[in-house]
């Protein structure tokens, strides 16, 4: 069974920094595209960051400059480095999994999600 768990989630002040990570299972993780979604309360799931198989990036207007995706397939790991956090980031951060190569247009498998809160 694919699994997808995150980590590195918690409480960060204003302008904090973390890496949330995702270490995948019963997937050929280097044959697959990655992302990172959020969802605060009362909010829907949005797409923060995406990384191909080929370490092609994208990421939303909101967090571009301040977060980046990268992954380790040696590791079979997807980080996501924020920086410059606001409180407007915090959220429940979901990692996902899509078994394309290039863009994917949806997601496969989901992590059970890790909180984010930023406080001011």
């Known amino acids: 069974q694919v699994q997808l768990v995150e980590s590195g989630g918690g409480l960060v002040q204003t302008g904090g920094s973390l890496r949330l990570s995702c270490a995948a299972s019963?997937?050929?993780?280097?044959?697959?595209?990655m992302g990172w979604y959020r969802q605060a309360p009362g909010k829907q799931r949005d797409l923060v960051a995406t990384?191909?198989?080929?370490?092609?990036?994208g990421y939303a207007d909101s967090v571009k400059g301040r977060f980046t995706i990268s992954r380790d397939n040696a590791k079979n790991t997807v980080y996501l480095q924020m920086n410059s956090l606001k409180p407007e980031d915090t959220a429940v951060y979901y990692c996902?999994?899509?078994?394309?190569?290039?863009?994917?247009?949806?997601?496969?498998?989901w992590g059970q999600g890790t909180q984010v809160n930023v406080s001011s």
């Open positions: 990384i191909t198989v080929a370490s092609s990036t």
């Open positions: 019963g997937i050929i993780f280097g044959l697959a595209a």
């Open positions: 996902a999994a899509a078994k394309t190569f290039g863009w994917p247009r949806s997601y496969d498998y």
